[in-house]
């Protein structure tokens, strides 16, 4: 017996990174090994040397083949010698985790990814948002389908999954993952990214998928908003306005890794914080950084950072958060 294996990967793309994959046939019993790859054509090498390689590290079932086990491997990128590559981020966040001063943390993240669907004449504007939002209806929502069926792939492939609905703009959708640790938090968003762009692909399907922060000139942009705690937030809502202040303090450093052009979509407008300006508060959406109602009134829990956008690489931001919040010491260190 046989079975596939899907190799997926980060790339090099300039300002936005995005995913890759090639399919390798194996043995029923064999495991997932280290391939190489043509780093040349993914912005990761060169001509003359192009070799770079795939180190997989999660591994999914298969949404895509489900005859059989079949599987999803995702990949770290690797140069020969079995370093890091420069594009891989993800190496980084693990010397991160593996810091017993963030184990102790026992952080942990969620994300709300939005996207916007693309159709052949470009976004699916709207002139009535309020009707979008979380809208029922052929005449507000556009995409349900696909939404719909990305939920059950990310399921089916192991996805963590807290739930999905339909966004501001028609056209625009949000999924939710679960809160877990950083890796597998990161890996399995780029993991639901890369589910999302295959269930594109299907001929029944219309529209494209796009991840930039602003999508449409006049009206809300996409973001990633990122849920994080620790465990002293976690017991503790003192902790989480220590962790939002050490946040202030570093703001732009964060904005320059929350994704390329973002400053078109925090504009303090439109659900947003200015890009040049950090706010935090109590259930207020206008906010860099929000404290959910239900957090203040438990006295404890997480808060939600809005600044990310849609097109961010997950290891980035929640690497950024994991330095500012658990790993420096004091706000002078910044």
Not at 67 to 80: H, P, Q, S, Y
Not at 201 to 228: I, L, M, Q, R, W
Request: hydrophobic share 30%; with cysteine; charged share 25%.
């Amino acid at each position: 017996m046989k079975k596939t294996v899907e190799y997926v990967w980060i790339d090099g793309t300039p300002l936005s990174s995005q995913v890759r994959s090639k399919t390798r046939v194996l043995d029923e019993f064999e495991s997932p090994k280290d391939w190489n790859f043509d780093g040349g054509s993914t912005y990761q090498g060169t001509l003359e040397d192009s070799d770079v390689i795939l180190h997989p590290v999660r591994t999914y079932r298969d949404p895509f083949r489900r005859e059989g086990e079949n599987f999803i491997a995702l990949c770290e990128v690797r140069n020969t010698d079995s370093t890091p590559h420069s594009t891989n981020f993800r190496a980084e966040l693990v010397t991160q985790c593996n810091l017993p001063v963030t184990k102790d943390s026992q952080p942990l993240f969620g994300f709300e990814q939005e996207y916007t669907l693309i159709g052949p004449e470009g976004p699916l504007e709207t002139k009535n948002p309020t009707q979008a939002y979380c809208g029922v209806g052929n005449a507000k929502v556009k995409g349900r389908e696909l939404a719909e069926a990305h939920l059950q792939a990310c399921m089916y492939a192991g996805v963590g999954m807290y739930g999905i609905n339909a966004e501001v703009l028609i056209g625009q959708w949000e999924f939710q993952t679960s809160p877990m640790d950083p890796i597998q938090a990161s890996d399995d968003l780029w993991m639901a990214r890369y589910i999302l762009e295959r269930l594109s692909e299907d001929v029944s399907n219309p529209y494209s998928v796009s991840f930039a922060p602003k999508p449409v000139t006049e009206g809300n942009g996409a973001g990633c908003h990122t849920n994080f705690s620790t465990w002293l937030m976690r017991h503790d809502i003192k902790h989480i306005y220590r962790g939002i202040e050490k946040l202030e303090w570093t703001h732009m450093r964060h904005i320059e890794v929350y994704g390329y052009g973002n400053k078109a979509r925090l504009t303090g407008t439109h659900e947003t914080s200015s890009y040049d300006e950090f706010t935090y508060g109590e259930s207020n959406r206008g906010c860099s950084v929000r404290i959910p109602d239900s957090v203040v009134k438990a006295g404890k829990g997480y808060f939600e950072d809005r600044r990310p956008a849609a097109n961010c690489d997950p290891y980035l931001v929640t690497a950024a958060m994991l330095r500012t919040v658990c790993l420096e010491n004091s706000l002078a260190a910044v």
